[in-house]
């Protein structure tokens, strides 16, 4: 038996349960991300990695905000419900979508939180950047990429055999193939080959980074900092009523009733809200 975990049954059920920034300094050189050309177009060949932990989980979650507020000031911060924290910015959000403002909600879709994915991956062809092939990075994806690794342990037909692509000895590649489509980068041509082992699997695993440490409590900025920033990104716009509220001694605002329910707003895409009904999320809100 492996000694990393390559248990698809317990990858898959981390994937089922999930609820679903910027990254510091020191961590920059830590990341892949393939390079593109002049119009838009990508291609690499990187592989999935399990696990450092015997009972870790292969990937973690990231919530970010990420917008320019009226005076052209940036507010890029990671979202403090990642790790089931309130967020400023979140509540500012809910405040303008609840108003059935049209134009308020045209700012929230600008301004709401978006999730992105980490996984340690090494990568096998980079012909954009020979030197890191052999090597080791962390990977930061999004859901539509999560949703084909997800599809890859859990296929859609019975007569396809499940891959767990985080496995070193029975996974496989994932080919990715970047395009540039209506201004987007769309990974809608990539895809796994054939399973094959990785060589000298040790040797690659002893590369890894702590992904778990990116979601980090001492990652995530108090709400009284965040409050900070965002009303001074949004040059005291931020409404009231989200604003002077009795906190903890860490910086958040006391226990609040639930927020009432609110109509569905579209994600970013159709991957998005596939995902979110996929990963069985209780977390509807648009924000």
């Not at 002049?38 to 970010?64: C, H, M, Q």
């Not at 709400?223 to 409404?239: I, P, Q, S, W």
Request: one cysteine or more.
């Amino acid at each position: 038996m492996s000694k990393y975990n390559t248990n698809l049954k317990s990858i898959v059920e981390a994937a089922n349960k999930i609820k679903g920034g910027g990254f510091d300094d020191p961590n920059k050189d830590k990341f892949w991300l393939a390079e593109c050309d002049k119009v838009g177009n990508g291609s690499a060949i990187i592989r999935f990695l399990p696990s450092t932990k015997e009972d870790g989980v292969p990937f973690v979650k990231l919530y970010s905000h990420g917008f320019k507020g009226p005076a052209g000031k940036w507010y890029i911060e990671n979202c403090p419900t990642t790790i089931g924290n309130d967020c400023p910015a979140c509540a500012a959000n809910g405040v303008l979508w609840n108003s059935g403002i049209e134009a308020n909600k045209e700012i929230v879709r600008k301004r709401k939180r978006r999730l992105s994915f980490i996984s340690n991956v090494l990568v096998v062809s980079d012909p954009a950047n020979p030197q890191n092939e052999g090597k080791v990075f962390m990977f930061k994806y999004g859901p539509k990429i999560f949703d084909m690794l997800v599809t890859a342990m859990q296929p859609e037909f019975d007569d396809i055999t499940p891959v767990n692509p985080f496995d070193p000895e029975a996974g496989a590649n994932f080919h990715l193939r970047i395009r540039k489509v209506e201004g987007m980068s769309n990974f809608d041509k990539s895809s796994f080959g054939k399973p094959a082992a990785i060589d000298d699997i040790d040797a690659v695993m002893s590369q890894c980074h702590d992904i778990d440490s990116l979601v980090a409590e001492d990652k995530f900025k108090s709400y009284a900092d965040l409050e900070k920033k965002l009303n001074m990104v949004l040059g005291g716009e931020v409404t009231e009523s989200v604003q002077a509220k009795p906190t903890t001694d860490r910086g958040r605002p006391v226990p609040k009733p639930a927020p009432k329910k609110v109509e569905d707003v579209p994600e970013e895409d159709d991957d998005l809200a596939y995902f979110r009904s996929l990963a069985n999320s209780e977390d509807d809100t648009p924000f």
